[in-house]
């Protein structure tokens, strides 16, 4: 290969990395004008949406109907205690589904310190399994009531 043709090719990749280095160059010029004049357009954050009550700070431990309107519980003694203690971990939802008796919430209190880092309740378990007994007691599940004094009539085809 002679020097001419070295000097030729290696013109063409002179060319072709000053071509390469200047759209480079231009691009981001573009952009950095572009981001000055619309900065937020360069905003990647992905965004979700999560399906949530919006409570004000000044409605965070309003009652309103008798009930705690951030939590859903109802307004009764002891209802400071269970917000405080239940919903740091769970939702409000989860206490108020588990309807149970005076002893399965305290096997069921001991359960989650055993098992699920729960704190030593101290004074607070008696108040907070009062007000969940009180206020959220087992459903009686049973057959409906005997149907009586009923009149009784025939459909026509």
């Given at each position: ?18 071509t ?13 004008v ?13 965004e979700?949406?999560?399906?949530t ?20 519980l ?13 919903t ?17 919430w ?28 009180t206020?959220?007691?087992?459903l ?11 009149d009784w ?5």
């Open positions: 290969m002679s020097n001419e043709e070295i000097f030729k090719k290696y013109i063409k990749k002179l060319y072709w990395l000053t390469i280095f200047s759209s480079l160059f231009i691009v981001t010029g573009g952009l950095l572009f981001y000055s004049v619309n900065p937020s357009f360069f905003n990647f954050k992905k979700t949406t999560v399906n009550v919006s409570v004000e700070e000044d409605d965070y431990d309003k009652i309103e109907n008798g009930i705690h309107v951030r939590t859903g109802i307004e009764a003694e002891g209802l400071t205690a269970v917000v405080n203690n239940c740091n971990c769970h939702s409000a939802k989860l206490v108020i589904q588990n309807r149970m008796n005076k002893e399965r305290n096997s069921t209190i001991r359960w989650m310190q055993e098992t699920q880092n729960l704190w030593d309740l101290g004074k607070n378990q008696e108040i907070i399994v009062n007000y969940l007994i206020n959220y007691p087992p009686e599940v049973g057959r409906r009531a005997t149907l009586s004094n009923i009539y025939e459909l026509n085809n």
